[in-house]
């Protein structure tokens, strides 16, 4: 089956989509996948999609793929999005502006020298969980830096927020791997 467009999402309120009288065939996303424009997969009911979606478009849970003429089968997108640590730096818990712009850099620098991609909102810092949440808790704690919180959230609670390349950034990547300082292994 061939999707070139999204037909609508089940949770907008202008789709008539009945969940109660409707055989929803779910498609099962992780975060890498639901960032692709082109990708082959099945569905939870065996249906093989296709997608080829345009430029810039960008899968929601809830998307819906495809829907058969008598309105009794629909295809939607279900997208598992990872947690993501949300940092914020608290200019009023420091004492000084020099404070607030040394706490600024270390944390920068702390999440740096990790490689852990992020994205800055006002006084927000939201970094995906490339890694353990214990390791990101322990690297966290071991800065201890004045007047920066932290906490983990998952990622649907973050994302409506997002710009697309923002989204990208958190949520999409060209895989799931994580990134290491060890030296890469001779050809």
């Not at 037909?7 to 992780?30: F, P, Q, V, Y």
């Not at 608290?90 to 020099?98: G, N, R």
């Amino acid at each position: 089956m061939l999707v070139e467009t999204v037909l609508g999402n089940i949770n907008d309120a202008e789709h008539t989509i009945r969940t109660d009288e409707t055989d929803m065939d779910m498609l099962h996303l992780d975060q890498w996948e639901a960032q692709k424009s082109r990708l082959r997969k099945r569905t939870e009911g065996g249906r093989e999609i296709t997608l080829t979606l345009g430029r810039g478009t960008r899968l929601r849970d809830g998307d819906i793929l495809a829907w058969s003429e008598d309105g009794r089968t629909a295809v939607i997108a279900s997208i598992d999005l990872g947690e993501v640590m949300v940092v914020n730096v608290d200019a009023s818990a420091a004492a000084t502006a020099e404070d607030t712009v040394r706490a600024a850099i270390e944390l920068g620098h702390a999440l740096g020298n990790q490689h852990w991609p992020a994205v800055v909102k006002g006084t927000d810092v939201y970094v995906p969980l490339t890694v353990d949440r214990k390791v990101m808790d322990s690297v966290m704690k071991t800065h201890n830096l004045p007047g920066v919180s932290y906490e983990f959230v998952p990622g649907t609670d973050v994302i409506a927020f997002m710009a697309p390349h923002e989204a990208r950034r958190l949520f999409g990547g060209a895989d799931a791997s994580t990134h290491s300082h060890a030296a890469a292994a001779p050809a």
